[in-house]
Nanobody, 128 residues
């Protein structure tokens, strides 16, 4: 059984930084794509970043480009999202997700339906 457990959320002032972690359990697929998504109140869930199971092909959404970095430590079975220069509009619940059927493609940043498993989410609040 695959489980994803996020941590690292919190409250920070605009311009600050946070690092989110997602501990993964039970991932034994031959190919998989890991991702971070977020959902602000009253808005649809938005793809933030994706990365292949071997740490390759990291991609970030245009809205967070040059501020957020996705990375993977397979030795620790943990996915990370480093968030710098945070803005008020980054306030959201952040989720990690995994598609256990294939490596990441561009649509993994836009289709929630591509993912098999989701974490419970961690709240990030940025005050202006």
């Amino acid at each position: 059984q695959v489980q994803l457990v996020e941590s690292g959320g919190g409250s920070v002032q605009a311009g600050g930084s946070l690092r989110l972690s997602c501990a993964t359990f039970g991932l034994v697929a031959q190919e998989y794509c890991l991702a971070w998504w977020r959902q602000a109140p009253g808005k649809e869930r938005e793809g933030v970043a994706t990365i292949d199971m071997d740490g390759g092909d990291p991609r970030v959404a245009d809205s967070v480009k040059d501020r957020f970095t996705i990375s993977l430590d397979n030795a620790k079975n943990t996915l990370y999202l480093q968030m710098n220069s945070l803005k008020h509009e980054d306030t959201a619940v952040y989720y990690c997700a995994v598609d256990v059927s294939e490596y990441c493609y561009r649509y993994h940043l836009t289709r929630t339906s591509a993912y098999n498993y989701w974490g419970q989410g961690t709240q990030v609040t940025v005050s202006s």
